[in-house]
C-alpha cells in the first residue's frame, strides 16, 4: 500500500472542509463465490464482513449495507480509510472484486441527501500501479 498521496489528489483533498463523508462499496459476487482462479472461492457475507470489520474500526457507521458514514472526519482520513480496505485478506481480494469504491461528501439538502464523487477506486488502482512499477 502506498504512503504518498498524489499530489492532485492531494490538492484536491486538503482543500476540503472537514465534516460528514462516506465510503461506498460495490463487489461482485461472482468474483467473490466463483471456484479459483476465477474467483475467491468465498461467501459473499464474509466479505462484507471483513470490510465491515474494517470500517467499523474507523468508527464509520453503516447507512445500508455498503454505504458508510462518518459525521466529523476529514477528507484525508476518509481516503486513507479506502487505502486501508485494501489489507483486507488475502492480499489482492478486495481489488479483483470491487465493481467500485467511491469517497463522498453528504450535505443535509431538505431532508435527504446529496452525494458528491471526490475520489474512485480507478484512482487509487492507477496509483498502485504506479507505485509497483517504481
Known amino acids: ?26 463487489v461482485s459476487t461472482p468474483a467473490t463465490e466463483n471456484d ?3 474467483g475467491w ?3 459473499r457475507v464474509e466479505t462484507y464482513r471483513q470490510i465491515a470489520l ?9 447507512l445500508q449495507k455498503s454505504d458508510w458514514v462518518h459525521k466529523n472526519i ?9 487505502l486501508i480496505l485494501w489489507t483486507i485478506l488475502p492480499p489482492g481480494k478486495l481489488q479483483s472484486m470491487v465493481k467500485g469504491l467511491k469517497m463522498h461528501s453528504t450535505i ?4 435527504c441527501l446529496m452525494t458528491c464523487l471526490t ?16
Open 36 to 38: 479459483l482462479p476465477h
Open 1 to 26: 500500500m502506498a504512503d504518498a498521496i498524489p499530489p492532485n489528489i492531494y490538492l484536491t483533498l486538503i482543500n476540503m472542509q472537514s465534516g460528514t463523508y462516506g465510503l461506498s462499496y460495490d
Open 119 to 134: 475520489a474512485d477506486i480507478k484512482v487509487l488502482v492507477l496509483h498502485a500501479q504506479q507505485e509497483t512499477a517504481d
Open 108 to 111: 443535509p439538502v431538505i431532508g
Open 54 to 62: 474494517c470500517l467499523e474500526c474507523g468508527h464509520f457507521a453503516c
Open 74 to 82: 476529514n477528507t484525508i482520513t476518509t481516503y486513507y480509510m479506502m
Open 41 to 43: 472461492n468465498s461467501r
